[in-house]
């Protein structure tokens, strides 16, 4: 393994402490909790913004805290849950007169993690309920979930949950909106090469030199099968046409799509990809009406993308317009 790490044990609490001394102007860092909160959170006038999760899915979701997106993150530690005096104790500091809401991916520990921690927070008052994302098409259930995962589909969850709670919203129409945003939110993707966790020193899992994984998860967990490579086109297909066949998309749909990378596929390879998942939508006459390409919710430096599509109408459109500023910055 050769990484940019010390101690494995310390990967996150390092990593946390490195993004709140990029961003000292408008991110806190609370260690106590693994947890990266706006520096002007919690504010009487919004809803409070919450998701966990594991580590190693980043920028989700540490780097997606700022205005117009999450007010407050505590990830545990790579690929595990929060523990759950984590998300009870960050419920409690970002507290507000409006709300919070907790996002969760739908996985056996985040579920057990954010429920126990919500029923705590009503216990001592706070207004607070839990909103699970589920767009992963792949499987049904698997070792990590109880139905369908949450992938980088919770990017598009967390924007309009953001912009909303940004605009005044109360917390029934939060929920309200992301829970339809979860609803037409569809996603797939395969692994080119497993992820190599820093605590295990070695890949999470075995691909032949001529093998991808279809269906992964963002954790390595098993697919749909296991295939040989094939060139970009014919893999962009095995990805979209369950994803379109899904919800289903349909002639006259207009969508956002996304193109994720899932932390060690060239940004050249997956505009490769989105150029062919662009055409064939327009083919199947679904117009693409918001593009993304680039690394949303990463699996460490597994190689590979992930597919999203969102049935788009004139409020989810609005929402994903609305301005944000978040830690992650390029320039």
Same mark, same amino acid.
Request: a negative charge; one cysteine or more.
């Given at each position: $393994?050769?990484?940019?790490?010390?101690?494995?044990?310390?990967?996150?609490?390092?990593?946390?402490?490195?993004? #709140?001394?990029?961003?000292?102007?408008?991110?806190?860092?609370?260690?106590?909790?693994?947890?990266?909160? %706006?520096?002007?959170a919690p504010r009487d006038d919004k809803v409070s913004i919450v998701q966990g999760s594991g580590s190693g899915?980043?920028?989700?979701?540490?780097?997606t805290v700022g205005k117009g997106m999450l007010d407050g993150a505590c990830p545990g530690d790579v690929f595990a849950a929060p523990p759950m005096d984590y998300v009870y104790e960050t419920t409690k500091l970002l507290a507000s007169p409006k709300g919070v809401l907790l996002l969760v991916?739908?996985?056996?520990?985040?579920?057990?993690?954010?429920? $126990?921690?919500?029923?705590?927070?009503?216990?001592?008052?706070?207004?607070? %309920?839990?909103?699970?994302?589920?767009d992963d098409v792949?499987?049904? &259930?698997?070792t990590y979930t109880v139905g369908r995962r949450g992938v980088a589909g919770n990017f598009f969850v967390m924007k309009a949950v953001g912009a909303a709670s940004e605009a005044?919203?109360?917390?029934?129409?939060?929920?309200?909106?992301?829970?339809? +945003?979860?609803?037409?939110?569809?996603?797939m993707g395969l692994a080119l090469?497993?992820?190599?966790?820093?605590?295990?020193?070695?890949?999470?899992?075995?691909?032949?030199?001529?093998?991808?994984?279809? /269906?992964?998860?963002i954790h390595g967990e098993p697919g749909r099968r296991r295939a040989k490579i094939e060139p970009s086109d014919?893999? +962009? &297909?095995?990805?979209?046409?369950?994803?379109?066949? &899904?919800?289903?998309?349909? %002639?006259? &749909?207009?969508?956002?799509? $996304?193109?994720?990378?899932? /932390? /060690?596929?060239?940004?050249?390879?997956?505009?490769?990809a989105y150029?062919? #998942?662009?055409?064939?939508? #327009?083919?199947?006459?679904?117009?693409? /009406? %918001?593009?993304y390409v680039g690394e949303y919710c990463t699996s460490l430096d597994m190689a590979g993308a992930s597919i999203t599509l969102v049935r788009l109408d004139d409020e989810i459109e609005s929402l994903l317009a609305a301005p944000a500023e978040i830690g992650l910055r390029i320039f």
């Open positions: $393994m050769k990484k940019f790490v010390n101690d494995p044990l310390k990967y996150v609490p390092d990593m946390l402490k490195g993004i #709140a001394l990029a961003n000292p102007d408008t991110l806190r860092y609370v260690p106590e909790y693994n947890l990266i909160m %706006r520096a002007d899915h980043e920028p989700a979701h540490v780097l991916n739908n996985y056996t520990g985040d579920k057990m993690a954010f429920d $126990m921690a919500q029923e705590m927070s009503l216990a001592d008052g706070v207004n607070v %309920r839990t909103l699970f994302i589920d792949a499987v049904q &259930d698997s005044g919203a109360d917390l029934d129409e939060v929920v309200r909106i992301g829970e339809k +945003v979860n609803s037409v939110t569809r996603t090469t497993a992820c190599t966790p820093p605590a295990k020193g070695s890949p999470l899992f075995e691909l032949g030199d001529d093998e991808i994984e279809i /269906g992964v998860g014919a893999l +962009v &297909d095995i990805l979209l046409d369950p994803v379109v066949a &899904d919800l289903p998309f349909e %002639r006259g &749909d207009r969508v956002a799509l $996304m193109v994720n990378g899932l /932390g /060690g596929t060239p940004i050249s390879e997956l505009y490769i150029g062919h #998942a662009h055409e064939q939508l #327009a083919a199947k006459g679904i117009t693409v /009406g %918001r593009s």
